[in-house]
């Protein structure tokens, strides 16, 4: 776009407003007020010149929040190019900003039983039926493929399909008053789930009733005894609401993974998704195309619903597409079936084995426990949980 005279520059504060979407996942919180906007300025009309220091120059989050603050700001009307610099803290920034994040993990009322360290990914959509149960179903099963720890949780409190999914049933049991997850081993990893579908008929009748949806999935996760997970993953039911805005305040490091379908249309929806999350502060992971070109066995590929909404969607939302996924039958039946194709040894297996690996790899990796914040947020963790709150040391 060429600039034009009438192009509003951003201000300082539209900027900073816009920087207040950027959460640091591990610490929890934007990086406005954490403090790591160490300059911002704009040199010339459409040049936005930010300036941010890392807790720790090393961490593997930095790549991450780079394309966010890019992101963000370059979406600013005007905005023709983000000079962006990272530094480091020294010794002294990085315990005044922990000191602010711990304040932060106290003043969230709630505390849930998920670590620190567990990367929690929630799967969404704007619109129902572009396959997020199945999607995130495939998906922790690929995870534990790897060997990794995943906690699945279904936060479709009324259409629950997590567990004809995974063709699993059950009661959950309470252990010192902390429900337990349903465990299954997914060699050489582990799943734990839980879902409205494994609570007896009496109790799901009193999480249903008024309407208490969020409470459902806020005893899900702080009544719950999850144990250490790598990953835990959430399948939102569809639309946009409530549950969406209820993580970001229970669980605010949690990530948006956005699935959608090839039409543009559906791209139109996911946008808005997108742009939900972003005002309830959720981070978007990623987007991943469901229900994309299908190659038949005699080698013909049909785009049934069109082609590249995935890839577009990604770039109008600054994050990046994790992979795509083919329709097929197989995935259906499979699911009917109780066993995931992800199970399996076949192309589909292989497909969320791929999607799987960028997730672990490159889009959503594990924060080493070396090195970066992740372990000392841990020790956090233990000091705001045998602190008495309100008396600040
Ligand atoms: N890649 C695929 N190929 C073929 N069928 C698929 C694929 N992905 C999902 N499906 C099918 O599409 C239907 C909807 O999928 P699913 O229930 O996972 O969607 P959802 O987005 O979770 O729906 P809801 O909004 O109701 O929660 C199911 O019948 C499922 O088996
Ligand atoms: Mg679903």
């Not at 699945?152 to 259409?159: K, P, R, T, V, Y």
Request: net charge negative; hydrophobic share 45%.
């Amino acid at each position: 776009m060429a600039p034009e005279t009438s192009d509003p520059v951003p201000t300082r504060d539209q900027v900073l407003e816009a920087l207040r979407s950027v959460i640091d996942p591990e610490l929890g919180d934007n990086v406005v007020d954490l403090g790591m906007v160490r300059g911002v300025e704009v040199p010339a009309p459409g040049v936005v010149r930010v300036e941010i220091a890392l807790t720790i120059a090393g961490c593997p989050l930095r790549a991450q929040l780079d394309r966010d603050v890019r992101a963000r700001v370059s979406a600013l009307p005007g905005v023709q190019a983000v000079e962006l610099a990272m530094g480091e803290m020294d010794a002294e920034a990085r315990a005044e900003v922990m000191s602010r994040a711990r304040w932060k993990a106290r003043e969230r009322a709630p505390v849930t039983g998920i670590a620190p360290s567990t990367r929690i990914l929630a799967v969404g959509s704007g619109k129902g039926g572009v396959g997020k149960s199945s999607v995130t179903v495939n998906l922790a099963v690929a995870l534990a493929r790897r060997g990794l720890t995943v906690g699945l949780l279904d936060a479709d409190i009324w259409g629950f399909s997590v567990p004809r999914l995974l063709g699993m049933d059950g009661a959950v049991e309470a252990r010192r008053g902390k429900m337990i997850p349903l465990v299954r081993a997914v060699e050489p990893g582990t799943l734990k789930v839980l879902s409205m579908g494994f609570l007896a008929d009496e109790d799901r009748a009193i999480m249903w009733r008024g309407l208490v949806l969020n409470r459902a999935v806020q005893q899900f996760l702080e009544d719950a005894d999850w144990g250490q997970l790598d990953y835990l993953l959430i399948d939102l039911p569809p639309g946009t609401g409530d549950i969406q805005m209820g993580l970001a305040r229970m669980l605010p490091r949690t990530e948006l993974l956005i699935v959608t379908t090839p039409p543009v249309a559906a791209q139109k929806v996911a946008a808005r998704a997108a742009d939900m999350a972003r005002r309830g502060y959720l981070r978007v992971a990623g987007v991943i195309e469901n229900m994309s070109a299908f190659t038949c066995e005699h080698g013909t590929t049909y785009q049934l619903f069109g082609a590249g909404g995935g890839a577009r969607l990604a770039e109008e939302i600054g994050a990046p597409l994790v992979g795509t996924i083919p329709i097929h039958p197989q995935v259906s039946e499979a699911g009917d079936a109780g066993v995931p194709v992800a199970m399996g040894d076949g192309p589909l297996a292989g497909v969320f084995a791929e999607l799987a690996r960028v997730l672990a790899e490159e889009v959503a990796p594990l924060v080493e426990a070396s090195g970066c914040t992740a372990r000392l947020l841990d020790q956090l963790a233990e000091v705001v949980a045998t602190e008495p709150v309100g008396t600040e040391g």
